[in-house]
């Protein structure tokens, strides 16, 4: 071997870190990372605090990640929805990231920062602002123009998240600098070498990385050598995936793929292999945890939770793992909202995800399961450095495999089982045969259905030696002088563990059917029984400290917490457990009157739930229990919004031929870098260049009246589900609909209609147009998709057959009041675009309705174009109880209505999102507290469009309970300008 070739290998073994730092306390080998040293296995899902517009219950989601078992958190963070303006950034109220960042660290997570400058997300022009894409340079290119435009945002956010670092000030642990740039021309190289210099050079020091999209082998670290594989400036290499199929279109779950070997048991190099990098840890910045749905889908979400629910999860995060995966982090751990102006045209409002914590804040059943594998993780340390073990001999079954992985330091060992091929969903009955650290075993198991097991063997464990096991370790904790391990398995299936003692000890079954025997010759101490409910044995003498082994079914295991070194069990949330003095402080959320029963330190005297006193005693199993059951919510009423008092006024004035259009911007002239452009010689309309950049966009054009004025075309741009309506002289022309319900919708088209004989009549006439624009394209192909136009493109006015563009019109423009100078900055360039309503403060509360038109909702007749409605509500949830109350639209149980109808919904103030009656699937709009007064007053405001034909009637509003439970996080009502804040003089 060559000196050098040597030189190399050794430091392959050596921790690396991000070369700035003197003292790094995360570093990484070709293994995982290591935390102050020690190698530490990253379990991590993904959230967006954008998609939660309500900061204090960022802490909710926080708090039931860590209890989902969870060590590390993953931020996007949207550069959009900071900057409405060129130069103009805002960090404060929901945009607070320092905040964030802060409370991440009080719950002891850690955090993935995903700054952009590109995200993708699903959001309206993948994260970028809405000025950028007035810029001519292409974007994520090393363009000046681009640069000096990425340069601010790291200016602002890159020292937000440098002191939020681990070891000075935070828990951030990695950074991400791009997102999918799957582009690799030397632009791109010398952009990603710009994004690595500038942090750096902002003081993020520790290990960098870029998220590529699928396992290419894009932007791999120098030190890789592997073919074919681009090198990028970062220390680490990530990709993301999403196997595991998605739903059928009838909202049935399919069987997908088998799991990819990406890491370990790959067939090597970039695409598939052992590694892209293989001098950095196994690193899935993103696996699908879900999938996002598509405007016009039959409503995908519930399924998407079930695709990607429990078997799937144990199946395909399983595998990662046996591939020695050391980081790993799912998108999305909550998905949340894409309220307001966020959603890129692929989605509508809801961005539930089908992720183990839904859109109201409830956990899925998916996240008591990912609450074991996540406690697993954590009991054993072991699991961060994996490599191949020999391989196991199977008998009975050709219907499983087992990979079977080794700690090269403690040699403990990772037997994870799961069907052959992993998508099959059989019966397996099987022996396995293996020669384990304390000798050679078999044993026998079971898989049923679509699973798979993650069994360990040769692992000391506390104070004991677990020498292997057929039900799956959860976790483990020192209770004083005894250790408590807890293992579960399928209801009903036989199980067997095995410990390691130098003597016979003493068994005592306390709860269960549990037989045990001893191997007096190994030393090894067999207990047997079938998973049912919890049994409870405690094992004394033989040389250890006393065991006290709980084996659950699934179910009971799934009913623990494992908060601040205790378990807890009994309410469906334990969010933090503090020890002072003797007293046990335990938050967390009841749905119903639940038990409680702690194990945890033996100087427990007494116990508050939620900060009141709990009379507990103990069991004989060491455990405390309360006394009595810990109280469930109350009753929750809501007001019925129909039988309230609703005010009614138009909402499209601008239709009208006398409509003063004085302040209106002329459009024409403007720069047009747009990727569709109109032909030449044509004015520029599209509504970004006159700084109209999110939401409803109008336009007044001016003709004098001629006989060539028969028809219009009209090419525009609006987004997913977008659309625009015509008028002439006031009246409706006609509507044209961008068809939903494809994943890639179609985002511009082409709308002809005849003109109405007024138009030859001479003298000057008004065209106005109003394009509903829901969203600007992502730029995942890096092709500047994000600058296709919206709003109009071009607008020719001829006679059939006759001269394009034959009848010139004078064009005026409107969006959101102030353009990029927001108006509104509280709620920011998302909240609002240009509807009438919106421009006059219609939408906030305190506006002054009583001059409106009184209506009783469920009567209102339909009106062609926008029409508002406005109402408000008291609520009065108990205090001490989380709520999320949502607003429903028409019936639940079907995801469109024949009717030809639109809704934005603004909840004092707040855009909550849009309904499309004849698109769907979206009914119900989860309003998070904060944003909803939830001890107090709310003031709905509803948009309404439609061609005012008959039928297209707003169908019924209800308020609806999507989520109660007593206890929660504090939550304190946003601040936010109401309507003579905002409009002084009126
Ligand atoms: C990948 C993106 O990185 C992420 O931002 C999001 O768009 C996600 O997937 C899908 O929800 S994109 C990739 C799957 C093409």
């Known amino acids: 071997m060559s000196m050098i070739a040597a030189l190399l290998l050794a430091g392959a073994a050596m921790p690396q870190a991000a070369p700035t730092d003197p003292t790094p306390r995360v570093t990484f080998d070709r293994h995982s990372l290591r935390i102050d040293g020690k190698p530490t296995l990253i379990w991590s899902s993904e959230f967006h605090p954008f998609r939660l517009p309500s900061p204090d219950l960022?802490?909710?989601?926080?708090?039931?990640?860590?209890?989902?078992?969870?060590?590390?958190?993953?931020?996007?963070?949207?550069?959009?929805?900071?900057?409405?303006?060129?130069?103009?950034?805002?960090f404060s109220g929901i945009r607070d990231i320092d905040r964030l960042l802060t409370m991440a660290q009080e719950e002891g997570l850690y955090v993935i920062t995903r700054a952009g400058p590109y995200v993708n997300a699903e959001l309206s022009r993948g994260g970028f602002p809405g000025w950028l894409v007035n810029q001519s340079g292409k974007a994520r290119t090393d363009d000046p123009e681009y640069l000096a435009a990425v340069d601010e945002w790291l200016g602002r956010i890159n020292p937000i998240i440098a002191r939020h670092q681990l070891g000075r000030g935070g828990t951030v642990i990695l950074h991400q600098i791009e997102n999918e740039l799957a582009l690799t021309t030397p632009a791109q190289s010398r952009y990603m070498r710009h994004l690595y210099d500038k942090a750096r050079g902002q003081g993020i020091t520790v290990p960098m990385f870029h998220n590529d999209q699928g396992r290419n082998g894009y932007w791999v670290p120098k030190s890789s050598n592997v073919p074919l594989t681009v090198e990028g400036p970062q220390e680490l290499y990530a990709f993301d995936g999403y196997p595991g199929g998605v739903c059928g279109v009838d909202n049935k779950p399919t069987r997908g793929a088998?799991?990819?070997?990406?890491?370990?048991?790959?067939?090597?190099?970039?695409?598939?292999?052992?590694?892209?990098?293989?001098?950095?840890?196994?690193f899935i910045a993103e696996f699908g945890g879900g999938w996002f749905d598509y405007w016009g889908s039959n409503g995908m979400y519930p399924c998407n939770a079930i695709q990607r629910g429990s078997g799937y999860q144990r199946v395909f995060y399983g595998t990662n793992i046996a591939n020695g995966i050391a980081i790993q982090s799912i998108y999305m751990g909550y998905g949340g909202t894409s309220w307001g102006w966020l959603p890129a045209p692929v989605v509508y409002t809801s961005y539930d995800y089908g992720s183990a914590i839904d859109e109201a804040r409830n956990l899925r059943p998916k996240a008591l399961e990912l609450k074991q594998i996540g406690q697993f993780l954590a009991a054993v340390p072991d699991l961060a450095r994996l490599e191949k073990a020999p391989p196991v001999t199977i008998a009975g079954s050709d219907a499983v495999q087992v990979y079977h992985d080794r700690n090269p330091d403690t040699d403990a060992r990772l037997l994870f089982v799961a069907p052959k091929p992993s998508n099959a969903t059989g019966d397996a009955r099987f022996t396995v045969t293996a020669d384990l650290p304390d000798g050679r075993y078999s044993f026998t198991s079971e898989l049923h259905g679509r699973d798979a097991k993650l069994l360990v063997a040769g692992v000391n464990l506390e104070r004991q030696r677990l020498v292997y096991s057929t039900s799956e370790l959860q976790t483990s904790i020192r209770h004083g002088a005894e250790d408590v391990a807890l293992f579960y398995g399928r209801s009903g299936?036989?199980?067997?563990?095995?410990?390691?003692?130098?003597?016979?000890?003493?068994?005592?079954?306390?709860?269960?059917?549990?037989?045990?025997?001893?191997?007096?010759?190994?030393?090894?101490?067999?207990?047997?029984?079938?998973?049912?409910?919890?049994?409870?044995?405690?094992?004394?003498?033989?040389?250890?400290?006393?065991?006290l082994l709980l084996i659950g079914d699934v179910a009971a295991g799934q009913s623990f917490f494992r908060q601040d070194g205790l378990l807890e069990r009994g309410p469906a949330l334990v969010r933090r457990a503090t020890v002072r003095g003797g007293m046990l402080d335990l938050t967390g959320d009841t749905e119903a009157a639940a038990p409680l029963e702690i194990w945890g330190s033996a100087t427990i005297r007494s116990v508050r739930w939620n900060g009141q006193a709990v009379p507990v005693t103990s069991t004989p199993s060491g455990s405390l229990v309360a006394r009595r059951p810990l109280p469930g919510p109350g009753d929750l009423p809501l007001p019925d919004l129909m039988a309230g008092t609703w005010r009614y006024a138009p909402g499209s004035p601008e239709a009208r031929a006398d409509f003063d259009d004085s302040g209106w911007t002329v459009a024409g002239r403007a720069r047009n870098v747009a990727t569709i452009r109109p032909p030449t010689g044509q004015p520029n309309l599209g509504a970004d260049a006159?700084?109209?950049?999110?939401?409803?966009?109008?336009?007044?054009?001016?003709?004098?009246?001629?006989?060539?004025?028969?028809?219009?075309?009209?090419?525009?741009?609006?987004?997913?589900?977008?659309?625009?309506?015509?008028?002439?002289?006031?009246?409706?022309?006609?509507?044209?609909?961008?068809?939903?319900?494809?994943?890639?919708?179609?985002?511009?088209?082409?709308?002809?209609?005849?003109?109405?004989?007024?138009?030859?009549?001479?003298?000057?006439?008004?065209?106005?147009?109003?394009?509903?624009?829901?969203?600007?394209?992502?730029?995942?192909?890096?092709?500047?998709?994000?600058?296709?136009?919206?709003?109009?493109?071009?607008?020719?006015?001829?006679?059939?057959?006759?001269?394009?563009?034959?009848?010139?019109?004078?064009?005026?423009?409107?969006?959101?009041?102030?353009g990029e100078d927001l108006r509104d900055v509280a709620r920011g360039p998302s909240n609002n675009g240009g509807l009438y309503g919106e421009r006059m403060g219609w939408t906030l509360p305190g506006f002054a309705d009583a001059d409106w038109q009184q209506v009783t909702l469920g009567e209102a007749r339909p009106h062609a174009g926008t029409s508002w409605y406005r109402t408000d509500f008291d609520l009065s949830v108990a205090k001490g109880e989380d709520a999320t109350i949502g607003l429903q639209i028409g019936d639940a149980t079907t995801p469109r209505s024949p009717t030809r109808y639109r809704v934005l919904i603004f909840v004092n103030g707040w855009n909550m999102g849009q309904f499309v009656a004849n698109v769907?699937?979206?009914?119900?709009?989860?309003?998070?507290e904060g944003v909803?007064?939830?001890?107090?007053?709310?003031?709905?405001?509803?948009?309404?469009?439609?061609d005012g034909a008959a039928g297209n009637t707003i169908e019924p509003v209800r308020l609806v309970t999507l989520h109660h439970t007593r206890g929660g996080v504090p939550v304190t009502d946003l601040a936010a300008p109401v309507y003579r804040d905002l409009y002084p003089t009126h």
């Open 258 to 282: 088998p799991a990819p070997d990406w890491g370990l048991y790959g067939p090597g190099g970039a695409k598939g292999g052992a590694s892209a990098s293989p001098r950095t840890p196994g």
């Open 920 to 928: 769907g699937p979206q009914r119900v709009f989860p309003i998070p």
């Open 932 to 946: 909803l007064h939830h001890r107090g007053r709310n003031t709905l405001a509803l948009a309404v469009t439609s």
């Open 690 to 818: 006159y700084g109209f950049h999110d939401g409803d966009v109008w336009y007044r054009g001016r003709f004098t009246g001629s006989a060539e004025a028969r028809t219009v075309t009209m090419h525009y741009g609006a987004g997913g589900a977008g659309m625009l309506q015509l008028f002439l002289d006031g009246k409706l022309v006609g509507q044209h609909v961008l068809a939903g319900g494809l994943p890639r919708p179609i985002t511009t088209g082409v709308a002809a209609f005849d003109l109405p004989a007024a138009a030859q009549a001479p003298g000057e006439h008004v065209l106005a147009a109003m394009v509903r624009v829901n969203g600007h394209n992502w730029d995942l192909d890096v092709d500047d998709a994000h600058k296709e136009p919206r709003g109009l493109i071009s607008v020719s006015l001829d006679r059939p057959g006759g001269e394009s563009f034959a009848v010139p019109i004078a064009w005026k423009i409107q969006g959101r009041a102030g």
């Open 493 to 547: 299936e036989p199980g067997e563990t095995m410990l390691r003692y130098a003597t016979a000890p003493k068994v005592t079954v306390i709860d269960g059917q549990v037989a045990s025997d001893f191997d007096a010759a190994r030393g090894d101490l067999r207990l047997t029984y079938t998973h049912r409910g919890l049994a409870r044995v405690r094992i004394e003498g033989g040389g250890r400290a006393p065991l």
């Open 58 to 90: 960022w802490r909710d989601i926080l708090q039931k990640m860590k209890a989902s078992g969870f060590n590390t958190v993953a931020i996007y963070i949207d550069w959009g929805f900071h900057s409405p303006k060129q130069g103009v950034y805002d």
